[in-house]
């Protein structure tokens, strides 16, 4: 397809495809003529990944540059490509908390890691943020909800098992990847919401008439 049929077939404009092109975000289509360029089902793809990136993850454009080039490298194994792609998705935070706190906190998600048999490095960002998590929950007396860590790890697990499993169906190297990372930008939204529906309905179901 041309520029503009493709265009039409992502609901991407003209100029920020070519934008796009020109920051190799998107690869270049196959030369038909020397002022004609012709793109097919990939460059689709990638399109639909990059929007997800930038308009619904508000990912900056140097770091879905980063994010592409570490699901094109194809000398990588899979694993190793959805993991820099996780690192580059997932934000770095620092939450308050007392430092009595923070080494409970620490010492609790490292026995969780290792009774659970996860396979995670060390310096994986969402290991620091979930020792945060827990240490900010502590600091604020929430210690109730810190002890159901490891109820909220087996929903956690299951449901993120279920999304593995539903994109391994796709037949691909490349749109295995991109399922991960689109999945896991969605995910976490759509997860978020049902949360908060369904606390929105035991609220009312317990505390409505109170």
């Given at each position: 397809m041309r520029i503009g049929e493709l265009s039409k077939?992502?609901?991407?404009?003209?100029?920020?495809?070519?934008?796009?092109?020109?920051?190799?975000?998107?690869?270049?289509?196959?030369?038909?003529?020397?002022?004609?360029?012709?793109?097919?089902d990939t460059h689709v793809r990638r399109l639909r990944l990059i929007r997800a990136l930038i308009e619904l993850a508000q990912v900056p454009v140097a770091t879905v540059k980063e994010i592409l080039e570490s699901?094109?490298?194809?000398?990588?194994?899979?694993?190793?490509?959805?993991?820099?792609?996780?690192?580059?998705?997932?934000?770095?935070?620092?939450?308050?908390?007392?430092?009595?706190?923070?080494?409970a906190a620490t010492a609790q998600v490292t026995d969780l890691i290792a009774a659970r048999g996860w396979a995670v490095e060390p310096s994986a960002p969402?290991?620091?943020?979930?020792?945060?998590?827990?240490?900010?929950?502590?600091?604020?007396?929430?210690?109730?909800?810190?002890?159901?860590?490891?109820?909220?790890a087996d929903a956690v697990e299951s449901f993120t098992r279920l999304e593995i499993d539903a994109v391994t169906a796709n037949p691909t190297r490349d749109q295995l990847a991109e399922s991960v990372v689109i999945g896991t930008i969605l995910?976490?939204?759509?997860?978020?919401?049902?949360?908060?529906?369904a606390q929105e309905s035991i609220s009312a179901e317990r505390w409505k008439n109170r």
């Open positions: 077939a992502t609901d991407v404009p003209v100029p920020t495809i070519k934008y796009y092109l020109r920051e190799g975000l998107l690869p270049a289509g196959e030369l038909s003529s020397p002022n004609q360029a012709s793109y097919g699901l094109d490298a194809d000398t990588e194994p899979l694993h190793e490509q959805i993991g820099r792609a996780h690192r580059a998705l997932t934000p770095t935070r620092r939450l308050s908390a007392t430092d009595e706190a923070r080494t969402a290991l620091a943020t979930l020792i945060d998590t827990v240490a900010a929950l502590r600091s604020l007396g929430q210690d109730s909800l810190v002890a159901h860590l490891d109820n909220y995910g976490e939204t759509l997860i978020a919401s049902l949360r908060l529906l």
